[in-house]
């Protein structure tokens, strides 16, 4: 029997010092530093210019939560710290800290949840407002959690017995979906889509993988712009969650009318189990559109299948994408 205890209560509705911990770590390279000076408390004070009492603090409070590990009076790296979030590491993604936990984003969830569950969404940044700088933001922090996704959707197509030639990004935002696709297939062209300001971003990417000369851009909403037609694949990522099932339908009804004979449109998602409470990370992201969009939501498989459906497609189907808590949604 579990033990009764208002030990969950406490850390929920204290999880805003979490945040704090972990802007305040990355924000001062703590991590690396904790690698670079051996894990000792002076050395490590001294290399990111903090009291060693605010970094002793700190760092206990991060081996409380998992982050680190304590030995001797010395700390150390777990493995998935030291992966993912010092800069020295490859798979560095600490600057995602500036658009999950920025003050405009962190004001959604905080200022007046009891209003998007009453309503059934919000219209904070939920509007996709084109000038909003939260979305230049999100383009320049989330690069290092979506790249890996990105090489796996590129061995994926690899598999197709014909290589794309003419590609869509929706929604590009950073634009590495549809540039590790140009990278990996160099007879393929890409038409990037999405506000001007974020298209900019994409631009300076596409430039610096060396694919400019196959990566061009409209600027505009994916509901208004007309992208032209004859695409092999279309890549539709982190979008439909973003919007109820009459909207995601209407897209990709568009969408379908601009493949080519046997082209395939490429989601990538968080995909929960029916139960709607499984598997955590998915299921919890619907919260997170709750506080974030007018009525977004995340989907079942059975939900994308009768989407698809709707849309004209004849097969949907769902691939796993690990580590990544997200999936591929294949509509062919």
Known sequence: MDDISPQAFIDAVSGYQKTAAMKAAVALDLFTAIENENGELSRIS??????????????????????????????????STSAFLTTSSP????SIVDFLAAPEMMALWLDDPVAFVREGGSVGLGNMAPDHPVW???????????????????QHVGTWPQAPKRVLDIAAGHGVFGITIAKAFPGAEVVATDW???LE???????AAGVSARHRTIAGSAFEVEWGADFD????????????????????????????HGGRVLAVDFVPNEDRVSPPFAAAFA????????????????????????AGFSKVSVTPLPPSPQSLITFE
């Open 196 to 198: 001007q300001a974020v």
């Open 201 to 207: 971003v994409a631009k300076e990417n596409a430039a």
């Open 136 to 154: 230049v933001k999100f383009a320049r922090a989330m690069v290092p959690f979506v790249a890996p996704i990105a090489q796996n959707i590129a």
């Open 46 to 79: 001294r290399r990111v210019q903090a009291s060693e009492h605010g970094v002793r603090v700190l760092c206990d409070y991060l081996c409380v939560q998992g982050f680190l590990q304590k030995e001797s009076e010395c700390y150390r790296l777990t493995p």
């Open 233 to 260: 694949l279309v890549l539709l990522t982190n979008f439909l969650h973003h919007f109820d099932r009459p909207t995601c339908v209407a897209l990709l009804s568009k969408v379908r009318r601009s493949l080519t």
């Open 91 to 94: 798979a560095w993604m600490g």
């Open 287 to 310: 919260f997170m559109m709750l506080a974030s969009t007018p009525r977004g939501d995340v989907y079942t498989l059975r939900e994308f299948e009768e989407m698809g459906s709707e």
